[in-house]
């Protein structure tokens, strides 16, 4: 059969920009599988997504006009069901062929058609039928219904449209922005399918205002992005008008000179990709008075309010110089680089009244303000919540480095959340630690002090820099571990896909801190020295809060490329110092590369339910009861090599104490050969209990290895 690439477009007003590149992945995406289930387009079929402000596409090749008809095979009943005792079809048979369409006015010769077959304990009758494929307009029509249905849009609008038909009036169309004409080309022919009250055709809109021709008329469905840039002055392909403007910022930073970079903000390229149609960059500047706010202020308010790249000089600096993405291209362009200018100054000025007005008070001055701010019905005001984090830090700060950072951490601690009060993050809330930093440089605290305030949220994300110095490392752990343990003490446990309050993240934040850090303490007892601080306030979750951050662990450590087993075996102890976890798992890969490791492992395990179902086992050897040569021999292999294995873990060399074991795996395997380990006389059993007690702590200082065995 011939086949002729397919183009579908759907034209409406300026779509949801912060999703407009997810809309059209879905739209085309759900087309074509659609289109390929019916059979009109092969299953290595090229699908292109096309997504610009006002339109949605898709070009598909190899489609066909009409699907090939298939041969299918429909179960119809029990043999016993659909014949008599005679082998003639029973009513019931004949009542579901005639209702498949099948001829049955001779009977006997429906019956003979039909295969019986096995189906569990009985036979089955099958009826072997021939479906005719679907044609192009009503295959397209569901795949196009199917499309619509499934795009990810939170919310859709509803809106009025003309009907088209004798008697004039309105219907109601709910879609996420209002269409106003559909294409479908195949090959050369329109597909009359039909979707949100309209009817397809082959012609749609261009660029607003600098279109060359209105409407842009398509002749062929492989036409499409080059006729739409060429009459409609639109680059109809998301990843296309996205590099262009990354190659008009380039060069646009390029001519400014000095090394300067439009800030790198991949969020920002997307959205402002899906808000042109064609993309031109323009340079604008703004007063160098405004430099003296601190340039995170003003490059978040031209990014978040404007949508403009600010430039940054070689030095990392903040220029006065910022690149607008404009929709147009006029002959001069002085009025929109001055429009835009215009535009970003009282944003600008708004930023330097509140960097001006903040400074008039210190820190401290705010502290009593948090008493007056909620964070939680249960867990009181964030003067409450700053009280425990302080207590938090100072403990911390004790144990791993003694007064001097319990006092510096108790002091970040306090001051660290008030700077919500101030009027710059009561604006601009992402700049909450940020703003913080610079008030308490303003104010005279030490940079150890204001950067631990600046830094006492972070990593705030997957793969974000984890505070500088040990204060704000102690701050963080502690601002952190408040959160999951009160959450998980008032019982507001992640649940599915649902965290309002981050736990995951926090949980991921405290264990990169505590590994990447290698801080001198247990998880365990980091959680036992933040429970107390809430009082009454929290109840049980302290078993399930260790069971979080350990499954959040496990899971960390599987991406990172560790296997199953390898993370299996290491966590299966419950590392309490999580500093030491890439350690014990480069032992265990270690060992597992051995030859003898399948074979300890194995044993490891066998010895394991052996002692789980002894009970209690004191791991105490009396050499006088060893009678079995076998025994007599692991246990001189056990005095020589246990010591020395123990000798390497507390050293830290993991690898060496695990690969000191492998020389135990001839003598143990002897040992299960030769020796009864239940023996009839008791003080011969609990010794051979206690000799395998003793093997098996050594075995398991760094994992279990019995998690290895296959």
Partial sequence: ?????????????????????????????????????????AADALVTAFASPRRLAAHVTGVLAQAADKAVQQKLMPVA?????????????LKKLQALGADVSDPAAAVAALKRQPDGKSEALFYDSLLKGASLQVGLQKALEEALAK????????????????????????????????????????????????????????????????PVVLSHADQYDEVLKRDGSVIASFAERRAEIVRQLQAAAAKVGGGCQPIEDEALLDEVTALVERPNVLTCEFETEFLGVPQE?????????????????????????????????????????????????PRLADAKFFFDQDRKKTLESRVEGLSKVVYHNKLGTQGERMARVCAIAQAIGQQVGGDLLAA??????????????????GEFPELQGIMGGYYARHDGLSSEVAEAIEDHYKPRFAGDELPRNKVGLVVALADKLETLVGMFGIGNVPTGDKDPFALRRHALGVIRMLIEKDVALGLPELLALSAPVFGDKIGGG?????????????????????????????MALRPARLGQIGQFLSAVRAFAALPESPALAAANKRIGNILKK?????????????????????YAVMQKRLPESEAQFKAGDYTASLQTLAALRAPVDAFFDDVMVNAEEMDLRLNRQGLLKSLHVAMNRVADLSRLAA
């Fill in 1 to 41: 059969m011939t086949t002729q690439n397919l183009l579908v477009e759907l034209f409406v007003e300026e779509l949801p920009p912060k999703v407009l590149n997810k809309l059209g992945a879905a739209f085309s995406s759900v087309l074509a599988e659609q289109l390929k289930a019916q059979g009109l387009a």
């Fill in 81 to 93: 069901v659909g014949l008599d005792a005679s082998g003639n079809a029973t009513p019931a048979l």
């Fill in 151 to 214: 795009l990810p849009i939170p919310k859709v609008m509803q809106y009025q449209l003309e009907t088209d038909c004798e008697l004039p009036g309105w219907s109601s169309v709910n879609f996420v922005r209002p269409a106003h004409s559909l294409i479908a080309l195949h090959g050369n022919a329109v597909v009359p399918v039909k979707a949100l009250g309209l009817t397809a055709g082959n012609s749609t809109q261009g660029h607003r205002f600098e279109a060359k021709v209105s």
């Fill in 297 to 345: 202020c003003l490059i978040l308010t031209m990014k978040a309010n404007q949508k403009y790249f600010p430039l940054i000089d070689a030095s990392g600096k903040l220029t006065n110089q910022f690149l607008v993405v404009s929709n147009i291209t006029p002959d001069d362009a002085s009025l929109v680089i001055s429009g835009n200018e215009r535009v970003v100054r």
């Fill in 408 to 425: 510096q951490a108790e002091q970040a601690a306090r001051l660290a959340k008030t700077d919500l009060l101030t009027d710059m993050v």
């Fill in 542 to 570: 302290a078993d399930a809060l260790i069971d979080f951050i350990y499954d959040r662990l496990a899971g960390s450590l599987r991406e990172q490329g560790f296997s199953a087993q390898e993370v299996d075996a290491v």
């Fill in 614 to 634: 002894a009970g209690e086992v004191d791991a105490h050897v009396n050499p006088a009861l060893l009678q079995e040569d076998a025994e007599k021999d692991l």
